[in-house]
């Protein structure tokens, strides 16, 4: 929400991803600027609080898997379902316009997951 | 037998945990005021169950205030199951207790809200495994493992209710024994969680 209005949704399915994902995603959209397709496109990682071992996918396992390694955490790459899949969309007002009146929506979607984003 | 009504009045640790103290029903209006205390050992009470051997020393008494809003009774086949409260923390001036979960959340909305104006208004499922029913091989979402499940269902969400989280729906979920509930979306953190 944003002044009142909406301004974005998104959600993650995965079990205890979702709340991790969500925090990555927050991230990825609201302090690296990214777009909501970007932001679902993006690498992620997952934590299991049982067993203590970090899941990174392959992009972040290949850059900093072997310094998490050396600092004595558990990792393991990962790729595909095991860090969600997540849906979002953001309401954009045209610039100049009152809010809410005129505008338009971006949409992502997960290639982790079956779906994809459509506007017509 | 006699049996004297106690009210249980707790809170969720990070790890999903809910403890805290009874205390008798009678003294409830006192204790909505000045709550139960905490012996300084629980802060040091892992989210696993074990008290921590740690640097710092156990000082820092808490106070876990019962919120008057959430009282909740639950009855289950039959018999009373007792009333309890969620409450909030705070120390002997009565400030919040920093670390504890829900105050975590407060400063990270808060801080979201005043770096970006945004405002989170978030729906929380909780999954979870029900043993009062049979294991069964997996019926997510079939109507069959929800009646097996019999009156849990009602009875939680009665539950939710009345410790003011609207409840938004309930459905049996992918694992064996596994069941979900959804929350209405809400904005932020309820105030009165707060000191």
């Known amino acids: ?120 | 037998m006699q049996r004297e009504p106690i009210i249980f009045v707790g809170t969720s640790d990070l790890s999903g945990h809910f403890r805290g103290k009874s205390f008798p029903a009678a003294d409830l209006p006192a204790r909505l005021q000045r709550g139960v205390g905490l012996a300084p050992a629980n802060i040091f009470m892992s989210a696993f169950g074990p008290i921590q051997v740690t640097p710092f020393g156990t000082q820092g008494e808490v106070f876990l205030i019962p919120d008057s809003t959430t009282r909740v009774l639950v009855s289950v086949r039959g018999e009373h199951g007792g009333a309890f409260f969620p409450g909030r923390h705070q120390d002997s001036g009565g400030r919040a207790v920093g670390f504890l979960s829900a105050h975590v959340l407060r400063r990270a909305v808060d801080r979201l809200h005043g770096e970006t104006g945004l405002r989170v208004l978030a729906t929380f499922e909780q999954e979870f495994t029900y043993t009062g029913v049979e294991a069964h091989p997996p019926q997510p979402y079939e109507l069959n493992a929800y009646r097996r499940q019999g009156i849990f269902g009602e009875v939680l969400l009665a539950a939710m209710r009345q410790a003011g989280v609207i409840p938004d729906s309930f459905l049996a979920e992918f694992g064996p024994q596994q069941f979900e509930v959804t929350s209405a979306p809400a904005l932020g953190v309820r105030p009165r969680m707060m000191p």
Request: proline share 2%; aromatic share 6%.
């Open chain 1, 1 to 120: 929400m944003h002044g009142g209005e909406p301004l974005m949704t998104v959600t993650l399915m995965g079990g205890d991803m979702q709340a991790q994902g969500h925090a990555q995603w927050l991230v990825d959209v609201l302090d690296l600027g990214a777009n909501v397709q970007a932001a679902a496109d993006m690498a992620r990682f997952r934590h299991s609080q049982i067993s203590n071992v970090l899941s990174l996918e392959t992009p972040l396992y290949d850059l900093v898997g072997a310094q998490l390694a050396a600092m004595g955490h558990t990792v393991k790459s990962v790729s595909g379902e095991e860090v969600g899949g997540v849906q979002s969309i953001m309401y954009l007002a045209e610039p100049g316009s009152a809010a809410h009146t005129d505008g338009y929506y971006r949409a992502g979607s997960d290639f982790r997951k079956d779906g994809e984003a459509v506007g017509w």
